[in-house]
């Protein structure tokens, strides 16, 4: 199993621009949740659903943030437009019911000068 | 509502020093309970998890208990090595189809 994947690993953007960030849950997993990490606020949850509806959105920061599902295999989280405080790490996780383990993936770290 | 407070870091131990960071809860019901861990540049991984009181949970040399009188859910290791260093997050899931809610992490630095 290739784990939770997550592209770009790093993203470099100029304020105003458009971002989008994707994702690739665990196959057969029906949750997915999107964090936000800050040294200043720690592990934020964003969004998450299951089987590809958004059940929670009430951490989505502004209406610049959106977040789709259109497939078991595949979520996107785009920032239009983008600021320089939405530079972060982004985390994509996956599970099988909320009571199992989070998978992880990497990370997408954001930088918007 | 339903939270989780963990011990500031950083903190910052020599090799095979005796490792506690605390965690404790608070929710309205009886919670499962996990502890997450970040290495360098990586996403979180499951660490370890109690699902009743007085449960234990265990990997890698750490444990936690489950202590619903003192609603803790500290974390131990009795010899820490300098791989060990990474970031700590202790979280809950209080029921099916919530998410996790995790505190703010415990950064751990371990030198040798």
């Known amino acids: 199993d290739a784990g939770v994947i997550q592209s770009p690993r790093h993203e470099v953007t100029e304020m105003g621009q458009e971002v989008t960030l994707r994702c690739k849950p665990i196959?057969?997993?029906?949750?997915l949740f999107w964090y936000r990490q800050t040294m200043m606020r720690g592990l934020e949850l964003l969004i998450y659903?299951?089987?590809?509806?958004?059940?929670?959105d009430s951490g989505m920061p502004e209406d610049r943030f959106s977040a789709k599902m259109p497939n078991a295999s595949f979520s996107t989280l785009k920032i239009q437009p983008s600021e320089p405080r939405d530079s972060a790490v982004y985390f994509c996780?996956?599970?099988?019911?909320?009571?199992?383990?989070?998978?992880f993936g990497n990370g997408t770290r954001l930088t918007v000068t | 509502g339903n939270s989780v407070t963990q011990m500031e870091g950083p903190v910052t131990l020599s090799e095979e020093a005796f490792l506690t960071i605390n965690c404790t809860y608070t929710a309205t019901g009886y919670p499962s309970l996990f502890w997450y861990v970040q290495y360098p540049g990586e996403g979180l991984q499951l660490l370890l998890k109690?699902?009743?009181?007085?449960d234990k949970g265990s990997n890698k040399g750490f444990e936690a208990t489950y202590r619903k009188e003192t609603t803790s859910f500290h974390l131990e290791k009795g010899s820490v090595q300098v791989s060990d260093s990474a970031v700590y997050f202790c979280a809950l899931s209080f029921q099916a189809g919530t998410a996790l809610i995790f505190g703010k992490g415990t950064t751990l630095s371990v030198s040798s």
């Open positions: 109690a699902t009743k009181a007085d």
């Open positions: 196959s057969g997993h029906d949750y």
């Open positions: 996780a996956s599970s099988l019911g909320t009571l199992s383990p989070l998978h």
């Open positions: 659903f299951n089987n590809n509806v958004p059940i929670d």
